[in-house]
Nanobody, 122 residues
C-alpha cells in the first residue's frame, strides 16, 4: 500500500504561484511513477503532469506547459507541483497519484491522495 497526502492548495490571484506537495508513505514508493491530476466541478479528472520513479522523465499537459513544473525529492518521499502564472481556469481540486508506469491515463494509477483545492481568482 502507498498512502499519499497532498498539501499546499489555497486561494491565489491570477498570475500568482502555488507549490503543491504530495507526501508518500508505504512500501516501495520509489518504484512508482507519480502524477498530478485535477478535477473542476462538473468536469472529468484531467491529467496535469507526471514524473518517472527515477525523476529522469517528466511530461506535462499542453494546458500547463511553461507554467507548471513537476519534481520530486526521493529522500523526503515527496513530489511537488510548482504552479506559476496561474489562471482562473486552473481552479480545481488537485490530486496526486502513484502508478507503475509514467502515463497520462488516470485509470493506470493505483493509489490516489484525497486532493487539495486550488482556487484562482480573476
Amino acid at each position: 500500500q502507498v498512502q499519499l497526502v497532498e498539501s499546499g492548495g489555497g486561494l491565489v490571484q491570477a498570475g500568482g504561484s502555488l507549490r503543491l506537495s504530495c507526501a508518500a508513505s508505504g512500501r516501495t514508493f520509489r518504484s512508482y511513477a507519480m502524477g498530478w491530476f485535477r478535477q473542476a466541478p462538473g468536469k472529468e479528472r484531467e491529467f496535469v503532469a507526471t514524473i518517472s520513479w527515477s525523476g529522469s522523465t517528466t511530461y506535462n499537459a499542453d494546458s500547463v506547459k511553461g507554467r507548471f513544473t513537476i519534481s520530486q525529492n526521493n529522500a523526503k518521499n515527496t513530489v511537488y507541483l510548482q504552479m506559476n502564472s496561474l489562471k482562473p481556469e486552473d481552479t480545481a481540486v488537485y490530486y496526486c497519484a502513484a502508478g507503475k508506469s509514467i502515463t497520462t491515463r488516470p485509470g493506470w494509477y493505483d493509489y490516489w491522495g484525497q486532493g487539495t483545492q486550488v482556487t484562482v481568482s480573476s
